[in-house]
């Protein structure tokens, strides 16, 4: 199964790829004015022909294609001219703290998700499950740039608990421990605004299960309620979070965009505006279909998790 | 030998008895919420009911949830939308607000009498921004939403009316798009075209009629083994004709609620270019914009910046959605189990 669904990504893949190509070769942008910036004006004629020609932008579209997508295929995916460095060294050099920040956030909204969707179904209709399904549902409306400004207010600029933004302080070590202070905030409110959908999620499949027959026969055998909730209920009421969790990729995605940006977190995902701000498309390609993977990656772990957790889900299709 | 036997019998039946009358109970306490839900009321709360004495166990509601909350969703959240609409029309306007008017003698004011909310950091007032900031996003996000759905209806009638070889095409053009996160292609494409209202729209819309499409889609191949569309093809009316006459009008209230559900995306999504400063043009005081200008400001203490506009775009999101979630529960009932608002 993993090997169809991993032969479906290689058209998507290309697919997406020429459509950003295509995006680019049709926009009114001109390469050659950003190498040049203002200077573009005292520039000689000749000078600015040979650059022309060494970017090679009168090819036609369907060469210059042909040279970006090569150069994707044996791992050159060209220069990044807002930062000054080949694309792949921007991405490796701040893909690993992207994927802190988004493994971290993910694993405190599941845990987020679990604790309180189950405290929510157990006592459907308490002052718990109302609190949470109210929030829930607010949460789901705030963007989390929104949410990102007012935990620096609160946190950082009113109470003064925690850094306001970077990965460490001015000048200082990338440290465990400096890292791990400045985690903190940005982790936490990309957790939160990520886990109002799982909330509300484990909190309806959790109810739904707790109707079913299966159900009924546990309680009808007298086991005790703990038992009959964690034991029996919730196993069956987790497989479909497994797939929601998995689709939420994109989502995750695009939050570690704004939060990153919001708390200057060092990583691809900030990086994509500073690509976007500075119309550097080598690197805002590479990062598009970087996060293209992630989403594809995203969902087969999802498949192949439920495949493993439920041996009637089918394993081709 | 005997007493014991016969006192353990009794309390076994006892307890039978008790085990027995508790599972009566919890039946009539289901049966109890599921009336509470369709009649609103309760008979929980009536007085001379009978009362459960059970324990209360997992997953049985609370007599008092019901539709009396959907119906109060739908007045309040339609009440807070008619005054946000008001208020995002007639107050920039009567407080006579130029967005490009510029006041430097009162830049960061706090809170006063005079400015309520306070002032932002070229000094314009912020309650007439954020409304004028809100009408901004209100109307980008309804050009999109319209012409997202519209574009979605398009190519999921013809996906589902045509079928074989096109559908199988459209849709895996929809899984690719799905497959790139929308805010990641709404940015390359603001970020080629860069500094228009065109390309905000264009990048919303290109990336959210996708939901829209297979929406329709499912519709349309659900209508196909009707009756009626059985007839309409006997009596000889052209493929076209079918489309046309009876498969898009049947689709219309599901586009019409996507259109609506949009809405909130739509916002969301335009505030969120805007605040990264990918968005409208600066000059166009959308909320996304006065964020993204504050967000210095709130490092520097001005709190009051981001307060209101977040505040506004945070009401507005939840009351477009839950006006939306309630009128789909009213057309598509089947739903109503799910996630709703």
């Given amino acids: 199964m993993a090997g169809r669904r991993l032969l479906f990504a290689v058209p998507v893949l290309a697919l997406v790829s020429a459509a950003v190509f295509a995006l680019g070769a049709l926009s009114p942008f001109d390469p050659v004015k950003q190498y040049y910036g203002v200077q573009i004006f005292n520039a000689s004629r000749e000078d600015v022909d040979r650059v022309r020609a060494e970017l090679g932008v009168d090819d036609p579209v369907i060469v210059q294609f042909g040279r970006w997508a090569g150069g994707l295929l044996t791992g050159d995916p060209g220069h990044s001219r807002s930062f000054r460095q080949p694309v792949a060294d921007v991405v490796g050099e701040r893909l690993p703290w992207t994927l802190l920040l988004v493994g971290v956030a993910l694993a405190v909204a599941v845990l987020v998700a679990l604790l309180l969707g189950v405290a929510a179904a157990w006592r459907q209709g308490g002052w718990l499950d109302r609190v949470v399904t109210a929030v829930g549902h607010a949460l789901e409306g705030v963007p989390p740039f929104v949410l990102a400004l007012g935990a620096i207010a609160v946190f950082a600029l009113g109470l003064g608990w925690l850094p306001v933004a970077g990965l460490t302080d001015a000048g200082a070590e990338a440290s465990a421990g400096q890292v791990a202070r400045h985690l903190v905030l940005p982790a936490l409110v990309l957790g939160v605004s990520q886990s109002p959908w799982l909330v509300l999620h484990v909190r309806q499949s959790l109810l739904s299960a707790l109707a079913e027959d299966h159900v009924t026969g546990a309680r009808a055998r007298g086991l005790a309620e703990r038992v009959v909730v964690l034991r029996h209920a919730l196993p069956t009421a987790l497989l479909p979070f497994v797939t929601l969790v998995g689709a939420r990729v994109p989502e995750l995605v695009t939050g570690a965009v704004l939060v990153e940006e919001v708390f200057s977190w060092p990583g691809v995902a900030s990086a994509v505006v500073k690509a976007a701000l500075s119309v550097d498309f080598p690197l805002l390609a590479a990062l598009t279909l970087l996060a293209t993977v992630a989403v594809l990656l995203g969902s087969l772990l999802a498949d192949v998790a439920s495949a493993l957790l439920d041996p009637r889900v089918a394993t081709d299709g | ?341």
């Fill in chain 2, 1 to 341: 030998m005997a007493d014991p036997l016969t006192a353990s019998t009794v309390d076994t039946t006892g307890k039978a008895k008790a085990k027995d009358t508790k599972g009566i109970k919890d039946i009539e306490g289901i049966e109890g919420a599921k009336g509470a839900a369709n009649a609103g009321g309760g008979p929980g709360a009536r007085p001379g009911e009978w009362r459960s004495a059970a324990r209360r166990r997992a997953g049985t509601p609370h007599a008092a949830a019901g539709s009396g909350r959907a119906r109060l969703r739908w007045i309040v959240g339609g009440a807070t939308l008619a005054v946000l609409a008001a208020g995002a029309v007639l107050l920039p306007w009567l407080g006579g607000l130029d967005e490009r008017v510029l006041d430097y003698g009162a830049v960061r004011r706090p809170p006063s009498a005079e400015h309520l909310f306070g002032t932002d950091e070229t000094g314009r007032d912020l309650v007439l921004l954020a409304f004028a900031g809100l009408r901004v996003s209100l109307l980008v996000a309804v050009l999109c939403a319209v012409i997202s759905t519209v574009f979605g209806a398009v190519v999921g009638a013809v996906s589902g009316a045509v079928g074989g070889w096109t559908d199988r095409l459209l849709m895996r053009v929809v899984d690719t798009i799905n497959a790139v996160p929308h805010l990641l292609l709404g940015i390359v494409i603001v970020a080629l075209y860069r500094g228009s209202l065109t390309a905000v729209v264009a990048s919303i819309a290109l990336t959210h009629w996708t939901t829209v499409a297979r929406i329709v889609r499912s519709e349309v191949l659900s209508l196909r083994q009707r009756p009626y569309i059985d007839a309409a093809i006997s009596g000889g009316s052209s493929r076209w004709r079918v489309v046309r006459r009876h498969l898009l009008p049947a689709v219309v209230p599901q586009a019409a609620i996507s259109a609506v559900l949009l809405l909130p995306h739509a916002v969301w999504h335009e505030t969120a270019l805007s605040f990264l400063g990918l968005g409208l043009p600066p000059h166009m005081a959308s909320i996304g914009n006065i964020l993204g200008d504050g967000r210095d400001a709130v490092l520097l203490g001005a709190w009051w910046i981001v307060t209101l506009p977040s505040v506004l775009l945070v009401v507005a999101t939840l009351a477009v959605s839950g006006v939306a979630a309630t009128w789909r529960d009213r057309l598509v009932p089947r739903r109503r189990s799910e996630l709703a608002l």
